[in-house]
C-alpha cells in the first residue's frame, strides 16, 4: 500500500512541477486535472491492496484443518465391548468388593441386582431369570455366614426348568454351604462350587435343565499372598451374551 500511495505522490509532485512553469498557460482547468489524476492513482492503489489481502486471507483459511466433531463411540447393553447376536440376552455382572460394596448384575441393559436397588446382601446374591423371554422372575441373597443354607436349598428347588440363574458372591458365602446345595448348585452347570471356600469371590451363570458345565464362571481363592484387599481377593467381572431358550 505504501508503494502505491508514494507513487500517487510523486504523480502529484511531478504534476505541481508542471503547474508552475505553465500556470499561466493552463490556469485552473490543469489544477483540475492533476487533482483527477492523484484521485485516480489513491483508488487505485487501494484497489491493488484489496485485491493482495483477499488473496493472501485465501491462502490463510483456505490451509487451515476443518475440525471435525468428536467421534461418538457407541454403546452396548449393559455397557458391553461389542454387541450380541441375534438370539441372545447381553449380560454384565461383578462380584462384590470385600465386604464393602455390593455386586452387580446387569442383563439387556437392566440392572437385576445392585447395592443402588439395595437388593443385595452377605453371601450368596441369585437372580433368576425367564430363558425365553430374559425378564427378570425374581432376585434374593443368602447369607452363609450367619443364615441357615435350608433357606437356599429351599429356593433352589423351587427353580423351573430353562431358567437362567446368574449368581455373585458377597463377603463370605461358603461358610455355611453343604454337600446338598453344592451338588444342585454344580447341577446349574457350576464347575467351581466344589471348592468355593471361606471369602472367595465368584461369579456364575448357568440354567435349570443344562446338560454341560456352563462357560460362564469366574473363581478367585481367597489367599493372604495374592488378595488385593485385606482379607479379601480382588473384584471379578464377567461379560457375555445368553443363548436364548428355542424350546
Same mark, same amino acid.
Given at each position: 500500500?505504501?508503494?502505491?500511495?508514494?507513487?500517487?505522490?510523486?504523480?502529484?509532485?511531478?504534476?505541481?512541477?508542471?503547474?508552475?512553469?505553465?500556470?499561466?498557460?493552463?490556469?485552473?482547468?490543469?489544477?483540475? &486535472?492533476?487533482?483527477?489524476? /492523484?484521485?485516480? &492513482?489513491? +483508488?487505485?492503489?487501494?484497489?491493488?491492496?484489496?485485491?493482495?489481502?483477499?488473496?493472501?486471507?485465501?491462502?490463510? /483459511?483456505?490451509?487451515?484443518?476443518?475440525?471435525?466433531?468428536?467421534?461418538?463411540?457407541?454403546?452396548?447393553?449393559?455397557?458391553?465391548?461389542?454387541?450380541?447376536?441375534?438370539?441372545? /440376552?447381553? +449380560? @454384565?455382572?461383578?462380584? =462384590? &468388593?470385600?465386604? $464393602?460394596?455390593?455386586?452387580?448384575?446387569?442383563?439387556?441393559d437392566?440392572?437385576?441386582?445392585?447395592? $443402588?436397588? %439395595?437388593?443385595?446382601?452377605?453371601?450368596?446374591?441369585?437372580?433368576?431369570?425367564?430363558? @425365553?423371554?430374559? *425378564?427378570?422372575? !425374581?432376585?434374593?441373597?443368602?447369607?452363609?455366614?450367619? =443364615?441357615? $443354607?435350608?433357606?437356599?436349598?429351599? /429356593?433352589?428347588?423351587?427353580?423351573?426348568?430353562?431358567?437362567?440363574?446368574?449368581?455373585?458372591? +458377597?463377603? *463370605?458365602?461358603?461358610? @455355611?454351604?453343604? *454337600?446338598?446345595?453344592?451338588?444342585?448348585?454344580?447341577?446349574?452347570?457350576?464347575?467351581?462350587?466344589?471348592?468355593? =471356600?471361606f471369602r *472367595?469371590?465368584?461369579?456364575?451363570?448357568?440354567?435349570?435343565?443344562? !446338560?454341560? #458345565?456352563?462357560?460362564?464362571?469366574?473363581?478367585?481363592?481367597?489367599?493372604?499372598?495374592? %488378595? #488385593?484387599?485385606?482379607?479379601?481377593?480382588?473384584?471379578?467381572?464377567?461379560?457375555?451374551?445368553?443363548?436364548?431358550?428355542?424350546?
Amino acid at each position: 500500500m505504501l508503494l502505491c500511495l508514494s507513487t500517487g505522490a510523486y504523480i502529484v509532485l511531478y504534476s505541481l512541477q508542471i503547474l508552475g512553469t505553465n500556470m499561466r498557460a493552463g490556469g485552473i482547468l490543469k489544477l483540475a &486535472a492533476l487533482v483527477s489524476v /492523484f484521485f485516480l &492513482a489513491v +483508488f487505485l492503489a487501494f484497489q491493488l491492496l484489496e485485491i493482495n489481502m483477499d488473496f493472501n486471507l485465501g491462502n490463510v /483459511f483456505g490451509s487451515m484443518p476443518v475440525e471435525e466433531g468428536p467421534t461418538r463411540l457407541e454403546r452396548y447393553k449393559c455397557g458391553l465391548s461389542k454387541p450380541c447376536p441375534e438370539g441372545h /440376552f447381553s +449380560f @454384565k455382572m461383578a462380584s =462384590g &468388593a470385600a465386604s $464393602v460394596v455390593g455386586p452387580k448384575i446387569c442383563l439387556e441393559d437392566n440392572i437385576l441386582m445392585s447395592g $443402588v436397588k %439395595n437388593n443385595v446382601g452377605r453371601g450368596i446374591n441369585i437372580a433368576l431369570v425367564n430363558g @425365553k423371554t430374559g *425378564d427378570l422372575i !425374581k432376585t434374593d441373597h443368602f447369607d452363609m455366614w450367619a =443364615g441357615d $443354607v435350608n433357606t437356599l436349598i429351599t /429356593f433352589l428347588k423351587t427353580i423351573e426348568e430353562g431358567t437362567v440363574v446368574m449368581m455373585a458372591t +458377597f463377603d *463370605d458365602s461358603a461358610s @455355611k454351604l453343604n *454337600d446338598e446345595s453344592r451338588k444342585m448348585i454344580g447341577e446349574l452347570g457350576s464347575s467351581s462350587i466344589s471348592t468355593l =471356600g471361606f471369602r *472367595d469371590n465368584w461369579i456364575f451363570v448357568g440354567g435349570k435343565g443344562i !446338560k454341560t #458345565k456352563s462357560p460362564f464362571e469366574q473363581h478367585i481363592k481367597n489367599h493372604a499372598e495374592t %488378595n #488385593k484387599y485385606e482379607g479379601w481377593p480382588e473384584v471379578l467381572e464377567m461379560e457375555g451374551c445368553i443363548p436364548q431358550r428355542q424350546e
